[in-house]
């Protein structure tokens, strides 16, 4: 429906939040902006579980505000639009991703690059520099948000198991891009096989590389191989078999977050090699002029990518038929799952079944 005389009200909204740094998740009644002239506001289907959403639940970057509600992969249908939204329809499969808010006028934003924008805003626990608002995300019953930030969700894309690539995907697919990664033929490596690294393994074979995985578990080999269909694997604590493929990718994505030295990863690119960060460790690692110098080579990092790019990795999942491997939860498991999550136990994403297992109180289930 369009935006009715009820909507000028701020909605009651009902969802998991984190109240202090245990990272403990409780229900939460909370309060969603009125629908906008510009806004899609939509009842949340499924949200996926990123490690950042763990991060900000215990606050351990420092710069969380509570009660946090996590969740930036998300999917859902919407329930009503603003009087002026041209983009989408009521009944239409949505999703938002990690953004839902920047000025809309500066060189980044002009370029389609919202995530980089002074005044960009994050979907969750971030301040909107509209009006100050904290944001909160999809372990949610519904969600609103400015249709210029809202992606068209495609018809043969599963919904639990494409929600992921609203982070995990376009956090891998837009460095293949930018970096020029991604040419038919190139030989790419991945460091890391977990929730990034097994979505970038697709993507680069999917773009048409000879994809190399490093894990220091030996026991992934056959699950990058057999399942991935990945080209190659290499144990990374293994000095031989590192040495052995000296000088032999074009680049390398590193999707690894836990501490660990990038000095042997420089060592395997080409001359003219890139190597791309895309996981954040808390140490900062050594970078050694030398083997940069010798082989001008190139260290990179990269972040998710604007709304229009993650449009274009949303269609060329879909085309590819590229998905994350994933287990599906109800929100009352969220707190096994981030404990599981911690210790790496999971294959490789956990998605929320928000639809059937968030029940707002009966009092609000009519607003939404």
Request: with cysteine; charged share 20%.
């Amino acid at each position: 429906m369009a935006k009715s005389p009820e909507s000028e009200h701020p909605i009651k909204a009902y969802g998991y939040a984190a109240r202090d740094t245990s990272g403990t998740f409780s229900p939460l009644t909370f309060s969603r902006r009125a629908t906008g002239d510009k806004d899609v506001r939509f009842k949340v289907l499924y949200c996926g579980i990123c490690h950042s959403d763990l991060h900000f639940a215990k606050n351990e970057w420092g710069v969380t505000t509570y009660p946090v509600v996590p969740g930036h992969e998300i999917v859902g249908v919407v329930t009503e639009v603003g009087n002026k939204v041209e983009k989408f329809k009521v009944g239409e499969t949505v999703g938002v991703g990690c953004l839902v808010g920047s000025c809309r006028s500066c060189q980044s934003c002009s370029n389609n690059l919202e995530q980089f924008c002074p005044k960009m805003t994050f979907t969750y626990a971030f301040p909107n520099y509209s009006d100050g608002t904290i944001t909160y995300g999809g372990y949610s019953d519904h969600m609103v948000a400015d249709e210029h930030f809202v992606l068209h969700w495609p018809d043969n894309l599963p919904l639990d198991s494409g929600a992921p690539l609203l982070c995990a995907g376009i956090t891998t697919y837009s460095p293949l891009r930018h970096y020029g990664l991604d040419k038919p033929g190139m030989k790419i490596g991945v460091v890391g096989l977990g929730g990034l690294g097994h979505v970038a393994v697709k993507i680069a074979k999917a773009l048409g590389a000879e994809v190399t995985v490093f894990s220091t578990t030996p026991e992934k080999k056959e699950e990058a191989l057999d399942g991935l269909k990945a080209d190659h694997f290499i144990v990374s604590k293994d000095m031989d078999q590192m040495q052995a493929a000296t000088g032999t990718l074009d680049g390398i994505l590193d999707t690894v977050s836990a501490s660990h030295s990038i000095v042997p990863f420089l060592n395997i690119l080409k001359t003219d090699g890139k190597l791309v960060l895309v996981g954040m460790p808390g140490v900062p690692h050594e970078l050694p002029a030398f083997p940069l110098v010798l082989g001008r080579k190139i260290v990179g990092g990269s972040n998710i990518g604007g709304l229009k790019e993650t449009q274009e990795m949303l269609d060329f999942c879909a085309k590819h038929g590229i998905t994350a491997d994933i287990e599906v939860i109800p929100i009352d498991y969220v707190n096994t799952a981030m404990d599981r999550l911690l210790k790496s136990d999971v294959r490789y994403r956990f998605v929320i079944d928000v639809a059937n297992s968030i029940k707002a109180p009966l009092e609000l289930r009519s607003k939404v």
